[in-house]
Structure formats: structure tokens, C-alpha cells
């Protein structure tokens, strides 16, 4: 199954790209959190989704990728999900995405 193929990556982006940098909604932060423990089985696509998103948008927003990502970790872990799968997931590629927001010029950096 390709990225795009799960139904979920679309409603996960169209979130992300309604945020506004400026002033972050925790609607829809925990709404994407939510929705995100609720399709835990596509873990591996939730987290592809979040760091593709990240890798292509715009350094305003890398915070509050970042707040999204805490999210659904901090959502996973309330939860005492089994076979919890987010906090290592993240992990993978966490090295990579903090030095991409590192590496860009933002005001919130």
C-alpha cells in the first residue's frame, strides 16, 4: 500500500495544512492525536504522513509538526496501548527531522 493509498494520509494533511502557525489550534492538534490512536494500525503510514508533511512545508510550521508529534506520543502513551508503536516509529527518523527543522531559517527557531 503506497502512502497515498490509505484513506487516512489525505484527512491527516488536509489537518496539518489547516493549522495555523501562529496560533496552533489543540483542536486540531488532539483531533489528529485521536485520530491517530483510533487507526493505530497504520502506524507506519500515520507517521510517513506527519514527517513527509514536514519535509515539504514551510518553516513556520515545523513547531507545530512538532506539537502533533508529541501528541500522538503523549495520546499513545495515556492510552497504555499495546504493542504502543508511535514512540518508536517517531524515533526512527527523529535525528533527521529535528536537523531539517534545525537547519532552516524560522522564526521560531
Not at 507506519?44 to 518553516?59: C, D, G, H, P, W
Not at 499513545?76 to 534545525?102: E, G
Amino acid at each position: 500500500m503506497e502512502l497515498l493509498d490509505w484513506k487516512g494520509s489525505v484527512w491527516i494533511l488536509e489537518q496539518l495544512d489547516n493549522i495555523d502557525p501562529e496560533k496552533p489550534s489543540s483542536n486540531i492538534i488532539n483531533a489528529i492525536a485521536r485520530y491517530s490512536i483510533k487507526n493505530a494500525e497504520y502506524c507506519k503510514y500515520v507517521v510517513n504522513t506527519i514527517e513527509n508533511f514536514l519535509s515539504r512545508t514551510q518553516a513556520d510550521k515545523y513547531i507545530v509538526v512538532l506539537y502533533v508529534i508529541d501528541s500522538i506520543v503523549q495520546h499513545s502513551k495515556s492510552r497504555s496501548m499495546q504493542n504502543d508503536r508511535y514512540p518508536s516509529r517517531f524515533a526512527i527518523n527523529l535525528a533527521q527531522t529535528i536537523n531539517l527543522i534545525l537547519q532552516q531559517k524560522s522564526k521560531f527557531v
